[in-house]
């Protein structure tokens, strides 16, 4: 039972459906362990055992949902009906919403169980998951750590043991770098592939997806979560073939690719750890040992002077309607005792934000990722480190720091690769191929073409059997 929830997701559901094992005694499992390793970690903003049991009775053996039995959790800024909706932040009180996330029903429907909702930083903006109303989310592999954000209680959850895969969000980064924080298979999907309903029709910046422990997992999840709601107001193209298809393929055969390379961070005076640095060129060795034509960019066009104030014009409205929606349900007009230092420095600057100012940054920032995904057309991929920095101590990236414009600008030192897919929309994955001198996973990123999360697939499953990472666990949980 110890090794069970490190198992494929889908061999976990072949297991229920033969009757091998009970819906009950794997989630049973997940709750155990849960409660085992959670007072270390901090991964759970709030379990609910008793309708996970529930629901896992229900599940018999012969269900042929893909995924009857298996437990998950989802991230404490999407709804799940009957549980806490908090963004990690004070204001939004004990709010539970009375229905699912799109994404979530699809879950349910294909036999997840869910067992609770993950921790974040306070609205989601740090990657390091730290928050005044639950404390800081600690990183399995090194305690002292973070696991990274926004959806470090996630990646921190899986990397434990405590499930097989969790859902996360990405609207900066945050489901690759908690994945390479944590060693895990980290995809952000394309715009517009996963729905938004029935909050919003879509998002500029934002996709949900999963952190699993295998490319094909990551694979077979979207499959299930990809698509669109009625009533989007936009949506990605449909792929060719299942991704599930697509990560087979690259597992079992060849594939020749025009890779890009860069160690380049689009913040220009951002330093890259030496450690990061050569899991990428090992990584671009493996792929020429696989057959792939890698090429070095010498001038990758995201190294443009401004862009994190740009992209913060864009992703300060994005935290500043999230407070709007918290304090609609408080009642009351938000105060900076409702809020740690950096959410109240990110609302000011945006309630000072005309309207024509946002959508002139709008308007650049979409300039900008025509002209990048222009510039990087002629790769099939675009290799770069994951972090440029290794996961940060506990308290270094808090929101609730005195000096909350530094916070953020270290932030962007810490992750200045991950935010240029979320401008371009394009898919993008950090892939757990190296290990550290630190005893710390290392992620390498890959940056797909627009609505191409095939080739992603199909290239880190390639990669997976050819350097396998699956056995890897942290100390606190091999013995």
């Known amino acids: 039972m110890h090794d069970l929830l490190f198992r494929p997701a889908s061999e976990l559901a072949a297991l229920v459906r033969s009757g091998d094992i009970s819906a009950r005694e794997l989630v049973s499992a997940s709750l155990e362990r849960i409660e085992a390793l959670d007072g270390q970690i901090n991964a759970f903003t709030h379990v609910d055992a008793e309708r996970a049991l529930a629901t896992a009775d229900a599940i018999k053996p012969g269900d042929e949902r893909p995924f009857a039995g298996v437990p998950i959790a989802i991230k404490d800024n999407q709804p799940v009906e009957g549980m806490p909706l908090t963004f990690g932040a004070e204001l939004f009180g004990d709010f539970t919403p009375p229905f699912d996330a799109a994404f979530v029903g699809r879950l349910r429907a294909a036999g997840f169980v869910i067992v609770g909702k993950t921790a974040l930083p306070e609205y989601g903006i740090l990657p390091s998951t730290e928050s005044r109303r639950n404390g800081p989310t600690r990183n399995p592999w090194d305690l002292s750590r973070t696991p990274g954000g926004s959806s470090g209680g996630a990646a ?99 594939l020749s690719l025009r890779v890009g390379m860069s160690l380049a961070p689009p913040l220009t005076d951002t330093e890259v750890d030496p450690i990061a640095e050569r899991a990428v060129r090992d990584a671009a060795a493996l792929l020429q ?38 304090a609609t349900i408080a009642g009351r007009e938000p105060a900076s005792a409702d809020m740690e230092k950096l959410s109240w420095h990110l609302w000011e600057r945006a309630s000072q934000l005309g309207s024509a100012q946002f959508l ?61 897919a979320n401008v371009t929309g394009q898919p993008a994955i950090s892939l757990p191929l190296a290990h550290g001198d630190d005893g710390l996973p290392v992620g390498v990123h890959f940056f797909g073409r627009p609505a191409d999360e095939a080739t992603l697939l199909a290239l880190g499953a390639q990669l997976e059997a050819a350097r396998p990472w699956v056995g890897r666990r942290p100390d606190l949980v091999a013995a």
Not at 372 to 391: I, K, W
Request: with cysteine.
């Open 156 to 254: 921190a959850a899986v990397a434990a043991g405590m499930l097989p895969l969790a859902h996360g969000n990405d609207g900066g980064g945050s489901i690759r770098i908690p994945a390479a924080c944590c060693g895990l298979v980290g995809l952000k999907p394309a715009r517009g592939r996963v729905s938004l309903a029935p909050a919003l029709g879509d998002s500029f910046l934002v996709a949900d997806g999963v952190l699993t422990r295998t490319v094909a997992e990551s694979a077979e999840l979207l499959d299930l979560l990809a698509g669109p709601e009625l009533g989007d107001a936009t949506w990605a193209a449909p792929p060719s073939e299942p991704f599930a298809a697509a990560a087979a393929r690259g597992a079992a055969g060849s």
């Open 360 to 420: 002139a940054a709008q308007a650049q920032l979409q300039a900008l990722a025509r002209m990048f995904v222009t510039a990087m057309a002629e790769y099939d991929v675009v290799l770069t480190p994951s972090l440029a920095l290794r996961p940060r101590p506990i308290g270094e990236l808090f929101g609730d720091n005195d000096d909350p414009a530094e916070t953020f600008r270290r932030s962007g030192e810490f992750t200045p690769f991950t935010a240029i």
């Open 289 to 326: 040992e696989l057959g792939h034509e890698v090429e070095e960019i010498v001038a990758p066009p995201w190294q443009v002077p401004g862009l994190l104030e740009l992209f913060s014009a864009s992703f300060g409205p994005a935290v500043a309607s999230t407070i709007v929606f918290a």
